[in-house]
């Protein structure tokens, strides 16, 4: 497939989301997928609509650890609730950015955010491969089952190393596959936009990162989506000005650390009662 076509698959997907959102009938009603990811204080912040509209695989605010003044970009933004949440923890004095390229959603998160109140936020149209801001200008990257949207994921890690400021963070939630499956195997599992058949392995995602050079890798899988596939947080850093790792007592990278055995990791309900009824979205 073509990255074109990719993008088109995509789109038209979140798209028809956006719409049936916006309509008040959708999206996730499983209790490891969407809004039932977020615990009730962090919902009872939002205007309901931007939590009906949530379509993520995880909660990246929770591990994002914001600070005030931070600037944040939320790659694939959606209806955007993690940029909502990330401007009430970052205050006036910072910035939330969410980046999306569907016409659709990016309307829906404007008028979420009206709701909200917000007036720290901005809503980029844009290809997370080609992130519309400058290098060096982000503190915080965060992402919501996205990255496996990507036509062309090492242009995504790329981007997210360039715009980061040294010293900078990302923190992540995405599906990611087993080392074991080929890609025919994800293919089977699952369509594109439904978050399924272009997961990276835990391997891929680790190299791809690391390629890019951003150091610190953790992929710490939180729940099996499929067979041999996990919903996982995803954190990495870029190097601070000196090159060097500014985490302070970082461990090894999960690459070099046996992994959690996906097999003993609770199971997220699949009862088809998402969007697309198959995967997380
Ligand atoms: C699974 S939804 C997640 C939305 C949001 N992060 C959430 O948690 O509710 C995927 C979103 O990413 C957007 N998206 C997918 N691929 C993209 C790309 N290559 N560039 C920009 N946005 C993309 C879609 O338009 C859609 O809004």
Do not use: W
């Not at 060096?136 to 089952?145: F, G, L, P, T, Y």
């Not at 994921?153 to 599906?175: C, H, N, T, Y």
């Not at 391997?203 to 996990?230: C, N, R, S, Y």
């Amino acid at each position: 497939m073509t990255t074109e076509a990719i993008h088109d698959e995509v789109r038209a997907h979140y798209a028809q989301a956006a719409i049936m959102a916006t309509e008040g009938a959708c999206c996730s009603s499983g209790e490891e997928i969407g809004p039932e990811l977020y615990s009730a204080l962090e919902r009872a912040e939002l205007p309901e609509a931007a939590v009906l509209a949530s379509l993520g695989c995880g909660n990246p605010i929770a591990v994002a650890e914001l600070h005030e003044g931070e600037r944040v970009l939320d790659l694939g933004s959606g209806g955007g609730i993690d940029v909502l949440l990330s401007a009430k923890r970052i205050g006036p004095t910072g910035r939330a950015f969410g980046l999306d390229m569907t016409d659709e959603m990016l309307a829906l998160a404007q008028a979420n955010a009206s709701a909200a109140g917000a007036t720290n936020v901005e809503f980029l149209k844009g290809h997370i491969g080609a992130i519309p801001l400058p290098a060096n200008s982000i503190d915080v990257v965060i992402s919501n089952c996205v990255i496996n949207l990507a036509a062309d994921k090492p242009a995504v890690f790329r981007e997210i190393a360039r715009v980061l400021r040294p010293g900078g963070r990302m923190g992540v939630s995405d599906i990611v596959a087993d080392d074991r499956l080929t890609a025919d195997e994800r293919a089977a599992r699952g369509s594109l936009a439904g978050c399924i058949a272009g997961t990276l392995s835990f391997g891929e995602f680790e190299a791809g990162l690391a390629e890019a050079g951003l150091v610190d890798v953790q992929i710490t899988p939180t729940h099996l989506v499929t067979d041999g596939m996990a919903s996982a947080i995803i954190k990495a850093t870029k190097p601070g000005p000196d090159g060097r790792s500014t985490q302070l007592n970082a461990g090894p990278a999960t690459g070099s650390k046996p992994r959690i055995s996906l097999d003993l990791l609770p199971v997220a309900a699949s009862d088809g009662a998402t969007c697309s009824g198959d995967g997380c979205c």
